[in-house]
């Protein structure tokens, strides 16, 4: 029986061209939306819409943080250069 509910699905077209403008025009689009999605969070627990308790809401927003700072890691991972001399050896070492 649950499985046959309906969920409201979010697409760019619920958000308004201002919003998306400040998007497209943003340097770092994840940690945007990672902020638009907390702020969503806050604003639907204090109206009462998300009733979860503070210690599941706690843990909601600590995993979006674990995914940051993964994000965050990952990013480094990419952007530090692998130094040329090493590469160089270990070509010569596996040869």
């Known amino acids: 029986q649950s499985r046959d509910r309906k969920f409201e699905i979010m697409d760019t077209h619920g958000f308004d061209p201002s919003s ?3 998007l497209r025009k943003s340097s770092d689009k994840v940690e945007v ?3 638009w999605i907390q702020r ?3 604003i ?5 819409i998300l009733t979860t ?3 599941v ?5 600590q995993e ?12 480094k ?3 530090w250069p692998f130094p040329y001399p090493l590469a160089q050896i270990i070509m010569a070492a596996l040869i």
């Not at 943080?65 to 990013?75: D, F, K, M």
Request: aromatic content about 6%; hydrophobic content about 45%.
């Open 53 to 55: 308790p503070p210690p």
């Open 44 to 48: 639907n627990m204090h109206t009462g």
């Open 77 to 79: 991972i990419a952007d």
């Open 64 to 75: 979006i943080s674990r995914g940051i700072v993964n994000l965050q890691n990952a990013r």
């Open 57 to 61: 809401m706690s843990r909601a927003f």
């Open 40 to 42: 969503s969070t806050i």
């Open 33 to 35: 939306i990672v902020q």
């Open 20 to 22: 998306m403008e400040f």
